[in-house]
């Protein structure tokens, strides 16, 4: 990304992660000398200084988005891999024609194989990584559920007051609906790492974008809904 003091303008902006929560405030940029901007600093919530590559950082309007960093790799796995593996075919093409001689051919194509093997490795491994944190939103869903429980217990002996219960039944809801959205996007991504290894074409709904490409919209994601221990009881409208 080149340099442009107009980012600068969005020091003091609020930052939010791909699923609408709250990461810190943009504090400033770091610039190489030739122009690059490399990293941008963001104050955490808890008054913590964080710094990430500018590549996982998304400006839309007036909206700053922070990009998981697992995102940001496995856009650029998915747009890397078939390319090599399209100019493979191109070259393998072109001698195939008398193009270019054996030497060249082989050559190249043992750069392209060798390429391709450190690629597909390090999809390898971005799958491992993603499982995980598939696991962890998994868990935590679990520990969301297990407060809830709690929370409807505690309510209905008349231990947490109708306006606390309300406002902290939405919060755990609002959690719950954020951690789907987030697992239901690592999934979408294990599944085009995978598809992409065994040369297939990743499934995507109507209107979803190439994995890749651009970051998927989580917000025009049918997600899944949270589970069902979550409707165990209305929220109990508060008299006027």
């Not at 998981?68 to 078939?82: D, F, G, S």
């Not at 393998?92 to 050559?107: A, G």
């Not at 869903?141 to 929370?151: D, G, K, P, S, T």
Request: hydrophobic share 35%; glycine share 6%.
């Amino acid at each position: 990304m080149s340099y442009n003091s107009n980012l600068f303008l969005t020091i003091g902006k609020d930052v939010k992660d791909a699923y609408g929560r709250y990461v810190g405030e943009i504090v400033s940029f770091a610039v190489k000398p030739n122009g690059i901007i490399e990293f941008i600093y963001i104050r955490g919530a808890n008054g913590q200084f964080l710094k990430y590559p500018v590549e996982s950082i998304r400006f839309n309007g007036e909206e700053v988005t922070l990009v998981p960093l697992i995102k940001v790799e496995t856009e650029k796995l998915c747009n890397l891999i078939p390319l090599i593996w399209r100019k493979d075919q191109v070259l393998k093409e072109l001698f195939e024609k008398n193009k270019i001689s054996p030497e060249v051919y082989e050559n190249l194509h043992a750069s392209f194989e060798g390429v391709l093997t450190q690629l597909k490795s390090e999809a390898q491994n971005l799958i491992e990584r993603i499982k995980k944190e598939i696991d962890r939103c998994d868990q935590e869903i679990y520990e969301l559920n297990y407060a809830l429980v709690h929370l409807e217990v505690e309510h209905e002996i008349g231990k947490v007051p109708d306006s606390h219960y309300e406002k902290t039944l939405a919060a755990i809801q609002d959690s719950l609906k954020k951690l789907n959205a987030e697992k239901a996007d690592l999934e979408y991504m294990r599944s085009g790492i995978s598809n992409m290894l065994l040369g297939e074409t990743p499934q995507k709904s109507t209107g979803d974008e190439d994995l890749g490409v651009k970051s998927k919209n989580v917000s025009n994601t049918i997600l899944p809904e949270p589970p069902a221990i979550i409707y165990v009881k209305e929220v109990r409208t508060s008299s006027a």
